[in-house]
């Protein structure tokens, strides 16, 4: 059974800072990796889609890392900013559903 | 529609009572999926459609959970007798179709309190 594990749990940084957020899985076969940005009382919005065969996707000041045998995923956001603060989700992908972690509660201090 | 439209957004009900919850997917999305967030939790897996037939429905949690879908668009999630542990945000996605690597899209999500 497919395990995602997210560390750490929520994290407070000035703003400027580059960051790192962990996410692991238990089972390497999966079919991508998704990272999910939620904020206060709203949905989920994607963020980046990285596919089993990738190792990484960058998107603006984003980036996402994937290491399929370690069963690791980073997020790395390059200087943060206040409007990054929300709670980010990694989502493992099977042949058609997604196994989420807990998520990292980040808050980017002005 | 441009986005996946899910109501009502809040709802508030009697322990015991019945409930609907609706989902209006992208359009041509084929893909529809529930999942349920409780107050602290992750996103826990309720069930998957492929057009209208749900291939997986291995994660609602009792009977007391039924999910529809009709004409491969919109779905109902339906919770009967409810229980003050069904309170959570019920959150819709979907996706163009279920082959790996396509992105899914959320909903805003139908905020559950069973008082």
């Known amino acids: 059974k497919q395990e995602v594990t997210q560390i750490p749990a929520a994290l407070s940084v000035p703003e400027g800072e580059n960051l790192v957020l962990n996410c692991s899985f238990t089972?390497?076969?999966?079919?991508?990796l998704q990272w999910f940005r939620q904020d206060p009382g709203k949905g989920l919005t994607s963020l980046l889609l990285i596919q089993s065969s990738q190792r990484e996707q960058t998107s603006g000041r984003l980036n996402a890392s994937l290491d399929k045998s370690s069963g690791r995923s980073t997020l790395y956001i390059a200087a943060s900013q206040p409007g990054d603060s929300a709670t980010y989700l990694c989502?493992?992908?099977?042949?058609?559903?997604?196994?989420f972690g807990t998520g990292t509660r980040l808050k980017v201090l002005a | 529609g441009a986005g996946v439209s899910q109501s009502p957004s809040n709802k508030v009900t009697e322990k015991g009572k019945d409930v609907e919850l609706r989902c209006d997917p992208i359009s041509g999305h084929t893909a529809l999926y529930w999942y349920r967030q409780s107050l602290g939790q992750g996103l826990e897996f309720l069930i998957y459609f492929q057009g209208n037939s749900a291939p997986d429905k291995s994660g609602l949690p009792s009977d007391r959970f039924s999910a529809e879908r009709t004409g491969g668009s919109v779905s109902t999630l339906t919770i009967q007798r409810t229980q003050q542990e069904d309170s959570a945000v019920y959150l819709c996605?979907?996706?163009?179709?279920?082959?790996?690597?396509?992105?899914?899209?959320f909903g805003e999500g139908s905020w559950l309190t069973v008082v």
């Open positions: 989502a493992v992908g099977g042949t058609y559903k997604y196994i």
């Open positions: 996605a979907s996706s163009l179709d279920p082959e790996p690597g396509n992105t899914i899209y």
């Open positions: 089972d390497s076969a999966i079919y991508n």
